[in-house]
């Protein structure tokens, strides 16, 4: 049989199941210290909970520092954008804005693009918005009266396509897609597609002002009564189009999707931190 010894520097050690009790020395300390006359009966000893948790509202596996890196969270930066582009509504057209919505747009590449989106009394307005320098880049305005379907649905993508996308999304269309022209079809840059693909923004659960921003639910039930009372309304020749509202998957037709898989992973379509370069 073989026989244990102790070596120099190495100490014995017992073994406790794991129901067994650890106690610190301060908790010693506490059940030896007392009236030594009377009987030494175990107490039980009360613990205060940690005051350390925090959750944060309403997701509280969301990361803060993570919400830090989007330049739209910044104190004032979604504000400021919104001042900028009330002003600017009010000096060219004069019209209601009935909302804005912070959204994530999706080209027909399956960009990621993040948008401020408004609607007016009119018009539905897409801003690129540089969160950074806090300016707008580019407004496309799109009239109310000639937007004729809206889809709602679940992303779909050909079966030989390589990089697809989960969740779901809107569609608005202006424009029969079967007009859109090849060159304009296959080009990434195109600013001739006869529509607009949104999802929900990576922020929407980093507080609660961004959770009513951010929310698609919310975008859709203020567009369609401001689309159909646009269409009631008008007087050209679209009038009597009328709008339709289906529920069904948003085709995307991207094979390889080396740009996107690319863009979208390095949030490249986002005012983002990127890191410091250099020393």
Same mark, same amino acid.
């Given at each position: 049989?073989?026989?244990? *010894?102790?070596?120099?520097?190495?100490?014995?050690?017992?073994?406790?199941?794991?129901?067994?009790?650890?106690?610190?020395?301060?908790?010693?300390?506490?059940?030896?210290?007392?009236?030594?006359?009377?009987?030494?009966?175990?107490?039980?000893?009360?613990?205060?909970?940690?005051?350390?948790?925090?959750?944060?509202?309403?997701?509280?596996?969301?990361?803060?520092?993570?919400?830090?890196?989007?330049?739209?969270? *910044?104190?004032?930066?979604?504000?400021?954008?919104?001042?900028?582009?009330?002003?600017?509504?009010?000096?060219?057209?004069?019209?209601?804005?009935?909302?804005?919505?912070?959204?994530?747009?999706?080209?027909?590449?399956?960009?990621?693009?993040?948008?401020?989106?408004?609607?007016?009394?009119?018009?539905?307005?897409?801003?690129?918005?540089?969160?950074?320098?806090?300016?707008?880049?580019?407004?496309?305005?799109?009239?109310?009266?000639?937007?004729?379907?809206?889809?709602?649905?679940?992303?779909?993508?050909?079966?030989?396509?390589?990089?697809?996308?989960?969740?779901?999304?809107?569609?608005?269309?202006?424009?029969?897609?079967?007009?859109?022209?090849?060159?304009?079809?296959?080009?990434?840059?195109?600013?001739?597609?006869?529509?607009?693909?949104?999802?929900?923004?990576?922020?929407?659960?980093?507080?609660?002002?961004?959770?009513?921003?951010?929310?698609?639910?919310?975008?859709?039930?203020?567009?369609?009564?401001?689309?159909?009372?646009?269409?009631? /309304?008008?007087?050209?020749?679209? *009038?009597?189009?009328?709008?339709?509202?289906?529920?069904?998957?948003?085709?995307?037709?991207?094979?390889?999707?080396?740009?996107?898989?690319?863009?979208? *992973? /390095?949030?490249?379509?986002?005012?983002?931190?990127?890191?410091?370069?250099?020393?």
């Amino acid at each position: 049989m073989s026989m244990i *010894r102790n070596f120099e520097g190495f100490q014995p050690v017992s073994l406790k199941q794991e129901g067994d009790v650890q106690l610190s020395e301060t908790d010693r300390l506490s059940i030896e210290e007392g009236d030594p006359g009377k009987d030494s009966a175990p107490r039980q000893i009360s613990r205060q909970p940690s005051v350390t948790e925090s959750i944060l509202y309403p997701n509280p596996y969301h990361k803060p520092y993570v919400s830090r890196k989007y330049f739209v969270t *910044r104190p004032g930066a979604i504000e400021t954008a919104i001042e900028d582009l009330k002003g600017h509504i009010a000096e060219t057209s004069g019209e209601t804005v009935q909302g804005f919505w912070l959204l994530t747009e999706i080209d027909h590449w399956n960009n990621e693009k993040e948008r401020l989106v408004l609607v007016t009394d009119k018009t539905l307005l897409i801003c690129k918005y540089d969160f950074i320098m806090l300016s707008c880049v580019q407004l496309q305005k799109i009239p109310l009266s000639t937007v004729c379907r809206i889809c709602l649905g679940k992303f779909a993508f050909p079966g030989m396509s390589l990089d697809k996308r989960q969740g779901e999304g809107l569609r608005i269309y202006w424009g029969s897609p079967e007009q859109q022209s090849l060159l304009s079809h296959w080009n990434p840059w195109s600013n001739e597609v006869p529509y607009a693909t949104f999802a929900e923004h990576p922020m929407k659960y980093s507080s609660e002002k961004f959770l009513e921003i951010c929310e698609l639910s919310g975008f859709t039930s203020k567009l369609v009564p401001a689309i159909q009372n646009a269409h009631k /309304n008008s007087t050209g020749s679209g *009038r009597g189009k009328g709008l339709t509202v289906l529920a069904e998957p948003i085709l995307i037709e991207t094979y390889m999707g080396l740009m996107s898989f690319i863009g979208n *992973r /390095n949030k490249l379509g986002y005012s983002l931190a990127r890191g410091s370069i250099g020393f």
